[in-house]
């Protein structure tokens, strides 16, 4: 099962991500947070909140705001040819 090992804030609504294939890579979330239809993830516009996430095999913000590795991960890596069958077959293109 695909999980996040580590993870550290970069800048605006970026983070680098340590997945538990000891891949890494950078995601920017700017677009999904601040043009997402998802409303409750609208409230991490503020970066202060955005920047106070935990890993717990995921990014979550609280109880009740995460985002999946497998989301994350395509995220991270969406642009890498090697990949892009797998991305497939999770349903992300």
């Known amino acids: 099962m695909l999980s996040i ?6 800048n605006e609504y970026k983070i680098l991500l340590e997945f538990n294939d000891n891949k890494k890579g950078i ?3 700017k677009d999904f ?3 997402g239809k998802i409303k409750p ?3 991490l516009q503020d970066i202060n909140k955005f920047k106070n996430f935990q ?3 995921t990014l979550k913000w609280n109880d ?6 497998e ?4 995220k991270s890596f ?7 069958s797998k991305f497939k077959e999770w349903g992300y293109i």
């Open 78 to 84: 969406q642009n890498e040819p090697s990949l892009q």
């Open 33 to 35: 947070i601040l043009n």
């Open 41 to 43: 993830f609208k409230q």
């Open 64 to 69: 009740d705001l995460d985002l999946a590795p």
């Open 27 to 29: 995601v920017d979330l």
């Open 5 to 10: 090992t580590n993870a550290l804030y970069q």
């Open 71 to 74: 989301y994350l991960y395509f």
């Open 55 to 57: 890993v717990d095999y």
